[in-house]
């Protein structure tokens, strides 16, 4: 008779304090940039700071890396790594195990030397540093995916056996293969902030943030991949344990034993403020995974594929617009909006840098300077006044909204999302134009100033304007539904208005007279009760307004003439028709972005030289 094999488990630990690799050592706080990227030698350890004196290594620009080499070891603690609102491109890597190293843990079964029938588990374990701090920071996967266990940012038990190791503001697109992390490893037991999965794969046992076997901490974090593998979890993968999610939500296919917020397995862990989206398959959860045990799910909400915001708003805290983003449904966090505390010029690269940190959020006495002409298509694309004083200059450029349904418009004060707190005083919005691409505005909404935007006293809007039809009751050209405690200046729509209660230049309850001043609307108007200007009804003594004009359709440079002040050339530029404003730059060349011919003695051509095409060039030369 043969004997059988015994596997007996003799867990060993072999505890070690420090890993250093061959390679590149950065030993000075430095801002990293392709070409000292490429001078470095692989993996690079960092070594670390002093609590008064921290390491931080800050990202210059994108870069790209594209060897399973490529990364780095942490060698002591107080590290800072600040990607910088930049992305780090991983090109052509199979099988990567993480940007960043801290700390790991080893498992192996080795026959025991004293018996030959007996196997021993043996567990090699590298503590990890403290107080290390990774933040703003965007995980970009091109043809790579990750290793089992691994994650994008940080590696398998990152800050094992260590304290204060922190995640915050980061986000990665790549799949994620068996037990693996879209932001740090499995075992792991981090806190992680205002963090999130965009990729479209989630693997067996794997977690949208956290990987398998995970003990920390997530915060205002989300997944939006479409599934989770079987096991997984839309947060924390499978078989985590103590962890704990605040304001946490999964948009994904709840397969069967998957969980939306913890994977199958997972033992006494917390969820609180959370919700799943997915439909939920057989011994699956909206929160937890199949064959989970212990913990609590308070305040959270699981869809199972039906959205429902009467069900959302009775089970979740925050829906006030403190904690969640009750604009658009299912609902987002608003701890991803990008807040702005020092004056800022903006690019379109800026804008899409934080398309998931939305909206912008323009705190006291900031400047926000738009340097090129921008496109938006996404709803939460708009700046949001938290602040009195706040001036957006659009410095006479456009915005283009593409494809966006029921937009709220590009300035925001007071009423944002959802949350109904007063308006703030002082706000300037000037020199923009707002040019509509396929979308439309939603009612008592204005393409310039949202809804409540005038409830700011002493607001001013000068200088703007925009194309967009105005087809929803109660919405402005110009500026939504409100009072007008500010004025309007210099503004003009070309949209038509069809509206019930709509204006051509604002929607408001103009209590006070006189506010608005020297704009037209050039519209056809149509809807019950529009106006071309403003309601006149509510005024209170004097003129609703002075030195404007209402085309409804039909532009006549006279009776413009007539009404408008300016029109020798110091405000309009009366060589285009309808009139265009002085501070905005005529093309050279073609026809302007609303369709008319940029100078009256201008022609139409297209790419090809042809007069009259649709198809214009640039004053360079260059097609539009």
């Not at 057989?282 to 199949?290: E, L, S």
């Not at 045990?293 to 594929?305: D, E, K, M």
């Not at 410095?395 to 494809?403: C, P, R, V």
Request: net charge neutral; hydrophobic share 35%; glycine share 14%.
């Amino acid at each position: 008779m043969s004997q059988k094999i015994k596997y007996i488990v003799l867990i060993t630990f072999a505890l070690f304090i420090n890993e250093i690799k061959a390679g590149s050592v950065i030993n000075n706080s430095i801002v990293l940039t392709q070409s000292t990227l490429n001078s470095y030698t692989w993996p690079v350890t960092i070594n670390g700071g002093t609590s008064g004196s921290p390491i931080v290594i800050t990202l210059g620009e994108d870069v790209t890396l594209n060897s399973s080499l490529n990364y780095f070891i942490l060698n002591g603690n107080y590290i800072n790594f600040n990607g910088n609102d930049y992305k780090i491109n991983i090109s052509g890597v199979s099988f990567y195990n993480g940007l960043i190293k801290n700390g790991s843990y080893e498992s192996s079964w080795v026959e025991d030397p004293n018996d030959p029938f007996n196997y021993i588990q043996q567990i090699t374990i590298v503590n990890g540093f403290s107080n290390i701090y990774i933040y703003n920071l965007t995980i970009n996967a091109i043809n790579s995916d990750l290793a089992s266990g691994a994650g994008w940012i940080g590696q398998s038990a990152f800050s094992i056996n260590a304290t204060n190791g922190v995640f915050e503001n980061c986000r990665s697109n790549g799949p994620i293969r068996q037990g693996s992390g879209g932001i740090v490893g499995e075992r792991t037991g981090v806190t992680v902030k205002k963090s999130s999965f965009l990729g479209t794969q989630i693997g067996g046992y794997a977690g949208g943030i956290f990987g398998e076997r995970s003990s920390g901490t997530a915060i205002d974090c989300y997944s939006a991949a479409p599934n989770l593998g079987n096991r997984g979890g839309g947060i924390f993968g499978g078989n985590a344990v103590n962890a704990t999610a605040t304001n946490c939500y999964s948009l994904s296919t709840i397969v069967d034993n998957s969980g939306g917020i913890f994977g199958g397995f997972s033992s006494n862990c917390n969820a609180s403020n959370c919700y799943s989206l997915g439909t939920i398959g057989t011994n699956a959860g909206g929160v937890y995974g199949g064959n989970s045990s212990g913990g609590t799910a308070t305040n959270c909400y699981s869809a199972n594929g039906n959205w429902n915001n009467g069900t959302a708003n009775s089970i979740l805290t925050g829906t006030n617009g403190t904690v969640w983003n009750t604009i658009t449904s299912p609902y987002k966090l608003i701890a991803f909006a990008t807040s702005i505390t020092s004056d800022t010029t903006i690019t379109q690269a800026w804008i899409d840098n934080r398309i998931h940190n939305l909206p912008i959020l323009l705190n006291t006495d900031v400047t926000l300077t738009i340097a090129e002409n921008l496109t938006f298509n996404d709803a939460n694309m708009y700046f949001a006044i938290r602040g009195t004083g706040v001036t957006i200059d659009g410095n006479a450029k456009t915005i283009t909204l593409s494809n966006i349904t029921n937009y709220r418009g590009i300035s925001n004060n007071g009423n944002y999302l959802d949350a109904n707190v007063s308006a703030f005083s002082g706000s300037i919005v000037k020199n923009i134009g707002v040019i509509s691409n396929n979308s439309t505005l939603k009612e008592y909404c204005g393409w310039i100033g949202q809804q409540g935007y005038g409830n700011g006293e002493e607001f001013t809007i000068t200088n703007c304007y925009s194309t967009g039809n105005i087809t929803n009751d109660g919405s402005g050209g110009i500026l939504g539904n409100a009072f007008m405690n500010g004025t309007i200046s210099n503004c003009y729509s070309l949209g038509n208005i069809s509206g019930s209660y709509a204006a051509g230049i604002a929607a408001t309850n103009n209590y006070q007279a006189s506010k608005i001043s020297n704009c037209y609307a050039n519209g056809t108007i149509s809807g019950s009760d529009a106006n071309g200007i403003c309601h006149p009804d509510f005024m209170m003594g004097g003129d609703s307004f002075l030195n404007c004009y209402v085309s409804n359709g039909t532009f006549n440079p006279t009776n413009a003439n007539s009404n408008l002040i300016g029109t020798d050339g110091t405000i309009w530029n009366t060589t285009a028709i309808p009139y265009t404003l002085i501070v905005f730059n005529v093309l050279k060349w073609g026809i302007s972005a609303y369709g008319e011919k940029t100078q009256l003695n201008t022609i139409q051509i297209d790419k090809n030289g042809k007069k009259g095409s649709a198809n214009p060039v640039s004053e360079n030369g260059k097609i539009n």
